[in-house]
């Protein structure tokens, strides 16, 4: 199986940018994705965007468009979440996720990095 640890968040004012990082160890194994959701206090879990596995099918939810960036480097088994702009509205716990195919859910969370914005 696959492990997944987040690192990266913290609190940081309006306005301001953090860089999420994702590591995977475990299995080794080629994802059809990696992915990155959030979850505020009383909501469910939500994708905030997506990267295919050749960095390509890359998607963003729209209320991040423009202003976070995924990447990843499949050399480290690392993916990153650029977070720019940063409004009181992303504060969220961020879990990274793998998709294995297309015919799988999305998978192996990890235990989550508080990111807080303060207005």
């Known amino acids: 199986q696959v492990q997944l640890v987040e690192s990266g968040g913290g609190l940081v004012q309006a306005g301001g940018s953090l860089r999420l990082s994702c590591a995977a160890s475990?299995?080794?194994?080629?994802?059809?994705?990696m992915g990155w959701f959030r979850q505020a206090p009383g909501k469910e879990r939500a994708l905030v965007a997506s990267?295919?596995?050749?960095?390509?099918?890359?998607y963003y939810a729209d209320s991040v468009k423009g202003r976070f960036t995924i990447s990843r480097d499949n050399a480290q088994n690392t993916v990153y979440l650029q977070l720019n702009t940063l409004k009181p509205e992303d504060t969220a716990v961020y879990y990274c996720?793998?998709?294995?195919?297309?015919?799988?859910?999305?998978?192996?969370w990890g235990q989550g990095t508080q990111v807080t914005v303060s207005s």
């Open positions: 475990g299995r080794t194994f080629s994802p059809y994705a």
């Open positions: 996720a793998v998709r294995p195919s297309v015919y799988s859910a999305w998978g192996s």
């Open positions: 990267i295919g596995w050749s960095g390509g099918s890359i």
